[in-house]
């Protein structure tokens, strides 16, 4: 309610201005010979109305100088001629032409405000939602740390402590024992990096090989595929962003795991090749296989396979029937970098 008042108080330095400049020029002109052109000075009243920010009164002032232009030939010393005329009206012109360009610079400016005040308005809903989502998580990571983590913890000492001592027991059973609580260390790790949230390493991004060779290691154990690495040479100097990396293992480990719960197979089979800028890795198994038009849609294993591919700019195919193994393949653009 008090916008408007405000806007007109601001407004009454320019328009005492330009109403003195004008009652000067009309006294100019009123004083020198009609064939002289001191009304042209009006244009300059125009212009001095632009500090008011206030259209409305840039068209009265338009208007007021057009009557007095008009007043000053009638009122203006000696005879009029021709020439008198033609100069009120090209005063006149001037007068208009100066209105319309003044319109024009306030109502692109009153778009620029707008225009600044929408990204404000932006800035503002985007940085409350940025501390709101950081909040969120600063909870969730409360929440992680605080159950599941010890959850996880727990669970990893009662298997140190209740089972068997290893010289009774079989070598397969130790061995999956073993992988048991390496899987629950791993897990707790992760837990932990998610956390704190990403955070710089010394030794740069590990590379894509590396990491690939280590999950299929990890992976196999007792009672499980026997899972085998087939690595293009080359590929163990080959560098991915961390992130990259990060997707790509995530998406390997996500098949391989699959394949370990669901397919029954004996043997699994992870391809990895560079060809023409794109890393191409395919998961293969010899197991009972699955109809991919009737996978479960509130699952969230291959939905997260089919994000983590899609953020990292890549495409991901699976091909499958009944009693006829499972083929997944993956492709990501790789930078060609390599380190010694």
Do not use: W
């Given at each position: 309610m008090n916008m408007p008042s405000l806007k007109t108080r601001d407004s009454l330095p320019a328009l005492t201005i330009a109403l003195g400049l004008a009652a000067g020029v009309f006294i100019l002109d009123s004083l020198t010979p009609r064939g002289m052109a001191p009304q042209m000075l009006y244009a300059v009243v125009l212009l001095v109305a632009v500090w008011t920010h206030n259209q409305r009164i840039v068209k009265l002032l338009a208007w007021l100088c057009t009557v007095l232009t008009v007043a000053g030939f009638f009122f203006g010393a000696g005879d009029p001629s021709e020439t008198s005329v033609f100069n009120r009206v090209v005063s006149v012109s001037l007068i208009w032409l100066t209105a319309v360009l003044v319109l024009l610079y306030m109502r692109a400016e009153e778009r620029l405000r707008q225009v600044n005040l929408n990204l404000e308005q932006l800035v503002e809903e985007r940085t409350a939602a940025l501390t709101q989502v950081m909040k969120q998580r600063e909870r969730l990571g409360r929440d992680l740390h605080d159950d599941v983590l010890q959850l996880l913890y727990a669970a990893g000492l009662?298997?140190?402590?209740?089972?068997?001592?290893?010289?009774?027991?079989?070598?397969?059973?130790?061995?999956?024992?073993?992988?048991?609580?390496?899987?629950?260390?791993?897990?707790?790790?992760?837990?932990?990096?998610?956390?704190?949230?990403?955070?710089?390493?010394?030794?740069?991004?590990?590379?894509?090989?590396?990491?690939?060779?280590?999950?299929?290691?990890?992976?196999?154990?007792?009672?499980?595929?026997?899972?085998?690495?087939?690595?293009?040479?080359?590929?163990?100097?080959?560098?991915?962003?961390?992130?990259?990396?990060?997707?790509?293992?995530?998406?390997?480990?996500?098949?391989?795991?699959?394949?370990?719960?669901?397919?029954?197979?004996?043997?699994?089979?992870?391809?990895?090749?560079?060809?023409?800028?794109?890393?191409?890795?395919?998961?293969?198994?010899d197991g009972i296989g699955f109809n991919p038009d009737h996978v479960r849609r509130d699952g969230h294993g291959l939905a997260n396979m089919a994000t983590r591919v899609e953020e990292v700019g890549g495409t991901l195919t699976i091909a499958s029937s009944p009693g006829r193994g499972t083929r997944v393949v993956v492709q990501v653009p790789c930078v060609e970098t390599v380190r010694p």
């Open positions: 009662n298997l140190k402590t209740a089972v068997p001592p290893m010289k009774t027991c079989p070598p397969d059973v130790a061995g999956q024992i073993r992988h048991t609580i390496g899987e629950l260390e791993l897990a707790m790790q992760h837990l932990r990096d998610y956390i704190s949230g990403p955070q710089p390493t010394a030794d740069g991004e590990p590379p894509v090989g590396v990491a690939l060779a280590n999950l299929v290691q990890n992976m196999t154990v007792a009672d499980r595929p026997r899972f085998s690495l087939n690595l293009q040479p080359g590929l163990s100097g080959v560098f991915l962003p961390l992130a990259k990396t990060e997707n790509v293992v995530h998406i390997v480990r996500e098949a391989l795991s699959n394949c370990a719960r669901h397919s029954q197979a004996t043997q699994g089979l992870v391809t990895v090749q560079r060809d023409d800028g794109m890393l191409q890795i395919e998961i293969s198994d």
